[in-house]
């Protein structure tokens, strides 16, 4: 059957619209997910950059999977549309395609459709929560409330200066001798919190904190006339109480021992408001743990601040380096790969191998059953769970890529390609089991290294054998041969091996070594007693007795 060339042009320009409309219907759903995922506007301050992007990503990577579900699957559409009101689609967007339908139901028309907007909420708070916010401010915060503060003496000059000329006395100014949030007296804690909004106020004009300070100029501004309210009562206080020393008349017994009480604790409160903002400013502002670490030092605060299981730097250079393994096996293996369909081919397997081991670090520490002490029986629960997670998120991840190489036949590559979740399975549960290892006896450190490298590159290697026949018994053929995929696969187990769960285990001595400390040379090597992984969150309440030291 011959097919005229009108007829031709017009079904290219059919399948270029249906395209057209996926695409667009798809950004326009990933823009609505991250609006809401960043709901309210305090979200993006309440935890680091690394945890809040890659929880917001994969958010985003759930409502493409649902987005692309319910376009593939018209009957689940049409399940959702009459579980709605009978008002979920107005009567001017019946017209409308399926992407472009699906689009309208997932952003603009979600709340009116209630198994949709409940299985969105719940996916949203699971992903708030594994982004650690609020958790992850509300324990700096306390932290910060009790460590210690250190100020130069230019600054304490300057300090010093901007109190007297406000009317209080000389002998007011008492600065931080390391006796926690409010000191033995109500004149370091006021000093504390002259100190601290002082460094406030300079925010509005240092460049990496303008826009934040813009974006919460309400919050900083209540805090500005929490302070001048309380410093009415700081003098009456100081004064009353250098009238007292002056008589010689006790405090104690009087109604001065209250008015002090009392402001003591409304300075507590306060100090907990200029931390807690402070602690916001210092995880929005600076992506990095050192350059959160190094802001703080600036600040003044002293005491030792604990760094990411893995930090973003680390997780970009392992991103970066199975993409550069993946593309040049695909440009020197391949046979008549293009570069663009290369570079997202191989950026899609990187991401699916980074997954996998973000999956496998960040609950380890606040999971009880990740819980290790070196001794007895391992967590073997949790590296199932883990394996789990990663494999639902490597089909996640999958399918936006799939429908940007291949968008006609997307939905039917995603199916056929699950042997691949082994891959992101098996890689997430021996990254969770190498972590627990403990250098021990005549093994050195470098040595464990190398165990676990090799560790991982076999692991890796079985299983890319087990992957690739796999997908020839389902019926897929490969993008690339099983020489091809066996090396490639071998060398990012090895690398993941030797470098992620060294990382994992390292991370909470980094930039804590003293002079002399001779653990970290490789004979001597001696890991903290206890577990890492047993270092649970603690609860700001009980936190506030042991983040002073």
Request: with cysteine; net charge positive.
């Amino acid at each position: 059957m011959t097919i005229s060339r009108e007829t031709g042009v017009a079904v290219m320009l059919t399948d270029l619209q249906d395209i057209h409309e996926k695409v667009l219907g798809a950004l326009f759903v990933l823009v609505f997910a991250y609006r809401r995922f960043s709901t309210p506007r305090t979200n993006r301050s309440s935890t680091t950059a690394l945890r809040y992007y890659t929880a917001a990503a994969f958010y985003g990577v759930f409502a493409l999977a649902l987005y692309s579900a319910l376009i593939g699957f018209p009957d689940l559409l049409q399940h959702v549309l009459q579980a709605g009101s009978d008002a979920l689609v107005p009567d001017w967007a019946k017209h409308l395609s399926s992407p472009l339908m699906v689009a309208l139901i997932l952003t603009v028309l979600l709340p009116n459709a209630p198994i949709l907007s409940g299985v969105d909420e719940s996916i949203r708070q699971l992903f708030l929560s594994m982004a650690s916010i609020p958790l992850e401010v509300q324990l700096l915060g306390a932290r910060l409330q009790r460590a210690r503060l250190s100020v130069r003496s230019a600054f304490q000059s300057e300090i010093a200066t901007r109190l007297i000329l406000d009317g209080f006395d000389r002998g007011d100014v008492v600065f931080d001798a390391g006796h926690g949030a409010s000191g033995r007296n109500p004149q370091q804690a006021w000093t504390k919190i002259a100190v601290l909004m002082t460094r406030l106020d300079a925010w509005k004009r240092e460049r990496r904190y303008i826009g934040f300070v813009a974006s919460f100029a309400d919050e900083l501004t209540a805090l500005e006339n929490s302070y001048r309210q309380l410093a009415v009562k700081a003098k009456k206080c100081f004064s009353l109480k250098r009238s007292l020393d002056d008589a010689g008349v006790p405090a104690e017994g009087t109604g001065a021992a209250d008015f002090q009480k009392d402001l003591l604790a409304q300075s507590d409160e306060l100090l907990a408001r200029i931390t807690h903002y402070i602690s916001r400013g210092i995880l929005q502002c600076n992506p990095t743990d050192s350059g959160r670490n190094r802001e703080l030092q600036r600040l003044g605060f002293q005491g030792r601040f604990p760094r990411t299981r893995l930090t973003l730097n680390q997780l970009v250079w392992l991103f970066v380096g199975i993409l550069v393994v993946v593309l040049t096996g695909f440009l020197v293996l391949g046979e008549g790969v293009r570069l663009e369909k290369a570079l997202l081919h191989s950026a899609t397997i990187a991401a699916i191998y980074v997954a996998a081991v973000i999956c496998a670090v960040y609950p380890k520490r606040r999971w009880k059953l990740a819980r290790f002490d070196g001794g007895g029986l391992r967590p073997v629960t949790y590296y199932l769970v883990v394996g789990l997670m990663a494999a639902v998120a490597s089909r996640l991840i999958s399918l936006p890529f799939t429908f940007s190489l291949m968008p006609a036949v997307a939905w039917q590559k995603f199916l056929q390609n699950y042997p691949w979740c082994l891959m992101s399975f098996m890689t997430a549960a021996t990254v969770a089991l190498l972590m627990d290892n403990r250098p021990a006896g005549a093994v050195t450190r470098f040595g464990l290294r190398f165990i676990e490298g090799v560790a991982q590159g076999g692991v890796t290697l079985v299983t890319g054998l087990v992957v690739y026949g796999w997908l020839l018994a389902t019926g897929p053929v490969p993008s690339f041969t099983l020489d091809m995929m066996l090396m490639m696969s071998t060398i990012i187990g090895c690398a993941i091996g030797f470098l992620v769960p060294t990382w994992y285990r390292e991370a909470p001595y980094r930039n804590e070594r003293r002079p002399g400390e001779r653990r970290w040379r490789a004979l001597a090597y001696r890991p903290d007693p206890r577990s890492a992984d047993s270092r649970l969150p603690l609860r700001p309440a009980a936190l506030i007795g042991a983040a002073g030291e």
